[in-house]
């Protein structure tokens, strides 16, 4: 017989879900694929936390309803009222999966401070809009990339 283990116990079994329930119970309650690779990175980057250890590993259900509530449409509001209204939601990609904004070799090291691809290719292609009033680079222009192994400007 398989015993539950203590954090189970603390928090009721109830309110604990393993990556696997918690990914089904995401793409439920949005609507959309949630993948258990979605909800280790949410664990991964301190979003939610993770409770026992590598192997059975389990989040609380309550903080992943609490997550993708203040990520409904409140992000938004919230930042706006922090930072401006000129703020330029567009360039948050908040409309990309996890998967999407971590194009070829970008997710082999989770380092926090890199640039998503799309928001690097939002500057560098040849398009204006509201808020890229003019264009900067043109094909065939040199960019001096820093971080080139991260193969951001590369693609």
């Not at 109830?14 to 793409?27: F, R």
């Not at 258990?36 to 309550?62: A, D, H, M, V, W």
């Not at 938004?76 to 409309?95: I, P, R, T, Y």
Request: net charge negative; glycine share 6%.
């Amino acid at each position: 017989m398989q015993t539950q283990p203590f954090q189970a116990k603390i928090f009721g079994a109830d309110e604990l879900l393993t990556i696997k329930e918690a990914s089904d119970w995401a793409s439920a309650h949005l609507g959309k694929n949630v993948t258990p690779s979605n909800i280790s990175y949410l664990i991964q980057y301190g979003r939610i936390k993770k409770i026992g250890e590598n192997g059975f590993t389990q989040i609380i259900k309550q903080e992943l309803i609490d997550y993708y509530k203040s990520y409904n449409g409140n992000r938004e509001v919230s930042w706006k009222d922090q930072l401006g209204a000129d703020l330029n939601w567009a360039l948050s990609f908040d409309q990309y999966k996890e998967a999407e904004t971590t194009k070829h070799v970008h997710r082999l090291h989770p380092y926090k401070g890199k640039f998503i691809p799309q928001l690097v290719e939002y500057f560098l292609d040849e398009h204006t809009d509201g808020f890229k009033k003019e264009v900067c680079f043109h094909k065939n222009d040199i960019v001096l990339d820093p971080f080139e192994k991260n193969v951001i400007t590369n693609n």
